[in-house]
């Protein structure tokens, strides 16, 4: 449906204006969506690949838990003594404008925090294990984040775009049609009334 403006020539002038802006806006967020779309699969491709080392990991520390709790019983009390890590950091990149979590994790080679005398290498297989896990888990969040962020944009972006395609580029090609419309049709009745004025003055002379 056009809009209601006044049919004059600046009107037209602004309205194509207009036109050309919104589908350069449209372009823009077309490309835009496109991108994180490619960023979106790239990044899940990504999270598949780390949830399967994270389960093979896993297997490995749990058989190994498994293996030493057979030969120490329980043994909770010496995972007391392994200190919690509290070297992770959560910083930021742009994609296109949206802020991406980088998620990162000081990276040391494990050390036994408890007495070797009462242990096992099976328990230490464990917990070599367990702690290459934790950085996986830091580097699997960022990218599950990622995908979260990346799809909530995308929708964004979408329905954007479709405001831009559907609503505002037909309603200012309705109004251009429009305008040139009555333009065209106020034209020629001024011609017409020009050759009346032109033969009543022949007629008279």
């Given at each position: 449906?056009?809009?209601?403006?006044?049919p004059?020539?600046?009107?037209l002038?602004?309205?194509?204006?207009s036109?050309?802006?919104?589908?350069?806006?449209?372009?823009?967020?077309?490309k835009k969506?496109?991108?994180?779309?490619?960023?979106?699969?790239?990044?899940?491709?990504?999270a598949?690949?780390?949830?399967?080392?994270?389960?093979?990991?896993?297997?490995?520390?749990?058989d190994?838990?498994?293996?030493?709790?057979?030969s120490l019983?329980?043994?909770?009390?010496?995972?007391l003594?392994?200190p919690?890590?509290?070297?992770?950091?959560?910083?930021?990149?742009?994609?296109?404008?949206?802020e991406?979590?980088?998620?990162k994790?000081?990276?040391?080679?494990?050390?036994?925090?408890y007495?070797?005398?009462?242990?096992?290498?099976?328990?230490?297989?464990?917990?070599?294990?367990?702690?290459?896990?934790?950085?996986?888990?830091?580097?699997?969040?960022?990218?599950?984040?990622?995908?979260?962020?990346?799809?909530d944009?995308i929708?964004?972006?979408?329905?954007?775009?479709?405001?831009?395609?559907?609503?505002?580029?037909?309603?200012?090609?309705?109004?251009?049609?429009?305008?040139?419309?009555?333009?065209?049709?106020?034209?020629?009745?001024?011609?017409?009334?020009?050759?009346?004025?032109?033969?009543?003055?022949?007629?008279?002379?």
């Open positions: 449906m056009a809009q209601k403006v006044f004059t020539k600046s009107n002038i602004n309205t194509k204006r036109l050309e802006l919104t589908r350069t806006g449209w372009e823009f967020l077309d969506r496109n991108i994180l779309a490619r960023e979106m699969l790239e990044t899940i491709e990504k598949k690949d780390i949830q399967k080392e994270i389960g093979s990991i896993y297997k490995d520390a749990f190994a838990m498994q293996k030493a709790s057979i019983g329980v043994f909770g009390d010496m995972t003594s392994v919690v890590d509290n070297s992770i950091e959560v910083d930021y990149r742009s994609v296109m404008g949206i991406i979590p980088t998620v994790i000081d990276k040391t080679e494990p050390e036994p925090f007495g070797l005398n009462y242990t096992c290498s099976s328990l230490d297989e464990a917990y070599i294990r367990f702690n290459e896990v934790k950085y996986l888990i830091a580097r699997l969040a960022e990218i599950e984040n990622s995908v979260y962020r990346l799809a944009a929708k964004k972006t979408q329905k954007r775009a479709n405001a831009l395609q559907n609503i505002m580029i037909p309603r200012f090609e309705e109004t251009i049609k429009y305008i040139t419309e009555v333009l065209d049709e106020k034209e020629r009745e001024d011609f017409s009334r020009l050759k009346v004025v032109k033969g009543q003055k022949t007629n008279e002379n």
